[in-house]
């Protein structure tokens, strides 16, 4: 990921944990020994994954996982299947998953996954083969107790049923709750598909409420996959104007509001945004459009240096992981723009996810409307603990340093428990107690 660093860069291990961790020393008054703890991930592992193809060749694809910090359970995070996908950029994406299922309360760690590959150029039979041996190759470190695999990025519900089945195989037991996403037919949970989404639309109206904002509210969308689809369809649904949407090939745009249901519609038919009557944009068009409320939710690095000062939009909700690099984080507080952080933002696909651990593991199944009242009270209730440290007596922290605090304080309370460091219960000034 591009750190904004500069050509001399830091060389250290996870050199954009380093760079975040730096940002909240100061606000989540962390020691130095806070900052060992958390600067790397506690276990890298990669392998070059050998897959056969229809034609009888062989190839061999990069993949890692990094397995950030366990101190509060079983290590949790996603597995993407993209071409740029790179070991720092996993040990960033594991760095925010710890802080993820921290600042919502759910008791996991944070892990990520990834592999070297462009899945549009697969077979349906080519990509079952790389998911299995995946699992295959990391069998021994995930599992129900240990590190637990989900979606991300151009990874689905089918793609964790081979992966869930694969993992089964090896160990000669049923064991669903090693990986969540799963399709609802195979013990995965109702409502994981939408859950990224539906939190997202949760946290913007809690901030709505919480900044008194009233009138029409007009959205621009990056990203039109699993989150910027859903979300799409929440928003409009909750009665935001939705003017923009883009995905990887560009945008359309209509100010007087898009019609979301039949964009949708019609997107699952043809995947084609611009068979739609309305103005063709450009991504970076779309990422500087004078709109309420910008939402990246596509991949990192977005907004950054070269187009932070086009930013129009009065606040941005982050819906990726990661797409507003450091440098472009300071200008938009230093202009007043509220950034809803990634970590808070995007929390309810992570939060289903540990609702299907918890169904898998009683063997009880809800259904979607018990699913999404759990997920909007859990956001609900992240989101006024956020606000809470926010506001209370720091005037002047954003809130990505509010949800850091929460986060970094819960995982460092439970290292001290665990690690034999002095003075547990003294994490005063972070909102969260230890008890
Ligand atoms: N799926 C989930 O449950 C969660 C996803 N996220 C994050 O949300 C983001 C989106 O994830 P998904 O929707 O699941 O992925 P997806 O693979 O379903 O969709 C990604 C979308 O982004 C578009 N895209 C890709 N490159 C682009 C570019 N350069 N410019 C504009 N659009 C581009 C694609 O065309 C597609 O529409 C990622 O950052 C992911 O890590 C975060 C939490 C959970
Ligand atoms: O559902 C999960 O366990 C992880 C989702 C994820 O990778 C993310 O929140 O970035």
């Not at 922290?397 to 819960?410: H, K, L, N, Q």
Request: proline share 6%; hydrophobic share 35%.
């Amino acid at each position: 990921m591009d750190s904004d660093l500069g050509p001399e860069g830091v060389e250290t291990v996870c050199e954009v944990c380093e760079v975040e961790l730096d940002r909240i020393t100061e606000v989540a008054q962390l020691t130095d020994q806070d900052i060992e703890l958390l600067r790397q991930p506690r276990r890298r592992i990669n392998a070059n994954i050998p897959v056969r193809m229809d034609d009888g060749s062989i190839d061999v694809f990069p993949s890692f996982r990094i397995q950030y910090n366990g101190a509060r359970g079983p290590t949790k995070g996603g597995i993407r299947f993209h071409p740029g996908v790179n070991e720092s950029e996993v040990d960033e994406l594991a760095f925010l998953m710890t802080l993820k299922c921290a600042v919502v309360d759910i008791p996991f760690g944070g892990a990520k996954g990834g592999v070297q590959v462009d899945p549009s150029e697969l077979s349906a039979g080519e990509l079952e083969r790389l998911s299995r041996a995946y699992v295959r190759e990391y069998h021994d470190t995930i599992g129900p107790q240990s590190d637990i695999p989900a979606p991300d990025v151009n990874t689905d519900a089918q793609i964790m049923a081979w992966m869930r089945d694969e993992y089964e195989r090896l160990e000669g037991e049923h064991a669903p709750g090693a990986i969540t996403g799963k399709p609802p037919a195979l013990d995965g949970s109702e409502g994981r598909d939408t859950a990224t989404a539906l939190g997202g639309a949760e946290i913007l109206d809690a901030f709505v409420d919480h900044a008194d904002i009233d009138g029409q509210i007009d959205v621009a969308i990056q990203g039109f996959g699993n989150v910027g689809s859903h979300l799409a369809r929440f928003l409009h649904d909750r009665g935001y104007n939705v003017v923009a949407v883009s995905n990887a090939a560009g945008g359309i745009r209509d100010p007087t509001g898009l019609a979301v249901t039949e964009l949708i519609d019609g997107y699952e038919s043809e995947h084609d945004l611009f068979e739609f009557d309305a103005t063709e944009i450009s991504n970076e068009e779309l990422l500087t459009a004078d709109v309420d409320v910008l939402i990246p939710a596509a991949i990192e690095d977005q907004i950054t240096q070269s187009n932070m000062a086009e930013i129009q939009a009065a606040a941005v909700l982050e819906m990726a992981n990661g797409p507003t690099t450091p440098a472009a984080d300071e200008y938009l507080a230093e202009q007043g723009i509220p950034v809803i952080p990634d970590i808070l933002a995007n929390a309810g696909g992570v939060t289903v996810s540990y609702f299907e651990w918890v169904q898998n593991t009683t063997n009880e199944y809800w259904t979607e409307r018990r699913v999404q009242e759990k997920l909007r009270k859990q956001m609900r209730t992240a989101f006024e603990a956020v606000a809470e440290l926010k506001t209370d007596g720091q005037p002047d922290r954003t809130w990505r340093e509010a949800a850091y605090t929460r986060a970094v304080d819960a995982v460092l309370t439970a290292e001290s428990y665990r690690s034999n460091i002095p003075d547990p219960t003294d994490r005063s000034g972070s909102g969260v107690s230890p008890d």
